[in-house]
């Protein structure tokens, strides 16, 4: 210690009290709380690396085609991702298409128009509905609503004059709309949770001065609110997009799995999540594995260039909305 | 203005008030006033109209967003039930096709990958969070977007990372390889949990402590860890209840769908056997039911937690 040397002079017993603190316990305790942080950026660099190198086989074997090719045949050796790619879009495309009316007509009616008595336990529910594990959903669609979609659903779509370019073909049950009501099931709490967060937090100021003018309340809610809810909307839409274009399980359960090029919404149809799931386990070692894992590649560079998109939509409200009632 | 917000001002009917309206006045204004009013008025049935309509569709819209949960709910009870049994819960499994049997293997199977996974992730969840908590500046910022940007990675590549490095390597299936998966799935999602509970603790407390003389890690515990403990345990059983319902990584590192519950719900449901889907159903209401309980808790927490804090 250097008291000892000299005098003890203030300077010298405060860095020596700091020295004894570092020694004793404080240290580990840094060291413990980096080696998390590292061991957390280590798994997600890992994960990146990991699936690259894995995938960088098939990319070899079948070159960049890979990615739009569209032929998927392993006993003949060709692997292509390009009819998957179409099939996950177009199902969560469909998804959208129902889930973004319901999913912004159920947020507004919760944020706006329901008593509170009704709001709370209905936003309750519909959490609840986000915790109920996608195999469930999966097995509730494939046993209970597939027969219906067979015998129902898919003949009325059928009958529609103007729909029938659409819906065309045989009605098996298993097919691209029921998946897409299973994403649509799976992602509306997201839909709902965060669009009405993004209503409620719409200053009551902007609703006052547009009632004052003599709007009515759906006027309001119009003109005022979702406008003023954009970016928490865009941001809710897209985190749920993610979400539907990563979920393999219960599309695997009823989509079918026929990779095939989507010519109707009742055909069964195949997506990256799904043909993982059921390409994986049958998988030639070597190309076959490699090109399977080369189809997680895509889905994980999809997904990631979605939800950077709505997390940096997320983080771009706060400050927006701080900068504006500071002025 | 669009044709909807028109009615409000009075558009549309030939007036306005701009800066370049050259001819307005007080008078002029006065002269305008019942010509206003008696527009807005006469709009109003429609505009009210209007406004009852597109109530009438949120109500639908909510009800059709709430129907497919009380579907969902109603179908497992009633089916699940039926094979629901003291011995269900006890007796290992039958092969597939022959009915009777149990799911004690999964259940088990389900806990100890569930455990292990909870063992690996907590800790370092923890620690990452006060990291995170202690710091400020681009690494805990980048740190921040990388969990929230693995949050929305699918289970499913996941799985296949744990394929890689824990299940090819070692040449066969494992509960680690699976606990593995489970444990990078909720890592991300209990770290923003941690951080946002020990953000509710003041930071007036965390510097009393500090300034009383104790370590850093003594004020972790006793300060920011005890303060966030309710928000913690909110945070990491509704991780816990993510991880319970995940199927897709264990697709690729669990040696049978005998040794989990969502793997068994997976192979059964999809078997033409009534016999296997019963299993299936009866395997579905437990893992609903222990899922529904976890988050059921974990609000009933926070719950808590708030009406306190008031």
Same mark, same amino acid.
């Given at each position: 210690m250097t008291s000892i040397a000299g005098a003890p002079s203030a300077v010298s017993l405060k860095a020596a009290l700091r020295r004894r603190h570092a020694r004793r316990g404080g240290r580990s305790y840094a060291v413990l709380r980096w080696v998390a942080a590292g061991l957390f950026v280590a798994i997600l660099l890992g994960l990146v690396v990991s699936v690259a190198i894995d995938s960088s086989q098939a990319l070899a074997h079948s070159g960049i085609g890979f990615l739009w090719s569209g032929t998927w045949n392993p006993a003949a050796n060709e692997y292509g991702a390009g009819i998957l790619v179409v099939g996950t879009v177009v199902t969560t495309f469909v998804a959208m298409v129902i889930v973004v009316p319901v999913g912004l007509g159920m947020a507004a009616f919760l944020a706006e128009l329901a008593p509170r008595w009704l709001a709370g336990p209905l936003s309750t529910a519909i959490d609840l509905l986000a915790a109920v594990p996608s195999i469930v959903v999966g097995l509730w669609a494939l046993l209970v609503l597939s027969p219906l979609f067979a015998n129902y659903v898919e003949p009325f779509f059928k009958a529609v004059p103007m729909l029938e370019w659409f819906f065309h073909g045989p009605?098996? &049950? !298993?097919s691209i709309l029921l998946a897409s009501v299973v994403l649509a099931v799976m992602t509306l709490p997201t839909v709902v949770a965060l669009s009405r967060t993004a209503l409620k937090g719409v200053a009551l100021q902007d609703r006052e001065a547009a009632m004052a003018l003599g709007a009515t309340h759906w006027q309001v809610v119009r003109e005022v609110v979702f406008p003023g809810a954009r970016s928490g909307i865009a941001a809710a839409l897209t985190l749920a997009v993610g979400r539907a274009l990563g979920e393999s399980i219960a599309v695997a359960m009823v989509i &079918?799995? $026929? !990779?095939?090029? !989507?010519? $109707?919404?009742?055909a069964p149809g195949a997506t990256l999540g799904s043909a993982i799931v059921n390409q994986f386990a049958e998988a030639a070692p070597g190309i076959g594995t490699s090109s399977v894992i080369a189809l997680a590649a895509v889905l994980l560079v999809l997904t990631l260039a979605v939800n950077a998109g709505g997390q940096a939509l997320l983080r771009g409200i706060r400050p927006g909305r701080a900068a504006k009632a500071a002025t | 203005m669009s044709a909807n917000s028109g009615a409000v001002g009075g558009a549309g009917t030939g007036f306005g008030l701009g800066d370049g309206d050259a001819t307005w006045s007080w008078a002029a204004r006065e002269r305008r006033r019942p010509i206003i009013q008696g527009a807005a008025r006469r709009t109003l049935g429609r505009r009210r109209l209007k406004g009852k309509l597109v109530q009438g569709l949120c109500v639908l819209c909510a009800a059709i967003g709430i129907a497919p949960l009380v579907a969902l709910v109603y179908y497992t009870a009633q089916r699940g039930l039926a094979g629901l049994s003291l011995g269900f819960l006890t007796n290992a499994p039958v092969p597939e096709g022959i009915s009777g049997g149990g799911i004690s293997t999964a259940i088990s199977g389900s806990g100890e990958i569930v455990g292990l996974a909870l063992v690996m992730a907590i800790p370092v969840g923890l620690m990452a969070a006060l990291f995170l908590h202690e710091r400020r500046g681009h690494l805990a910022g980048a740190i921040r977007f990388g969990a929230d940007l693995l949050t929305g990675v699918p289970s499913i590549v996941i799985g296949i990372f744990a394929y890689a490095l824990l299940v090819r390597p070692l040449h066969h299936f494992s509960n680690l390889a699976a606990a593995f998966a489970l444990a990078v799935l909720m890592l991300p999602i209990m770290i923003r949990a941690d951080e946002e509970a020990m953000r509710t603790v003041a930071v007036d407390l965390w510097e009393a402590g500090v300034a009383l003389g104790a370590r850093r890690s003594r004020v972790a515990r006793s300060v920011v860890l005890r303060g966030a403990l309710p928000g913690l345990v909110t945070g990491n059983l509704l991780a816990i209840s993510r991880g319970v319902g995940e199927t897709a990584p264990l697709l690729f590192t669990v040696a049978a769908p005998t040794f989990a519950m969502t793997l068994l719900i997976y192979t059964d449901g999809t078997q033409p056997f009534p016999s296997d889907q019963q299993t299936a159903w009866a395997t579905a209401l437990v893992l609903l039911l222990f899922v529904l309980v976890l988050s059921g808790l974990a609000r009933l927490i926070a719950w808590h937690l708030t009406r306190r804090a008031r």
């Open positions: 009605a098996y &049950g !298993p &079918g799995n $026929s !990779p095939a090029v !989507p010519h $109707s919404l009742i | -």
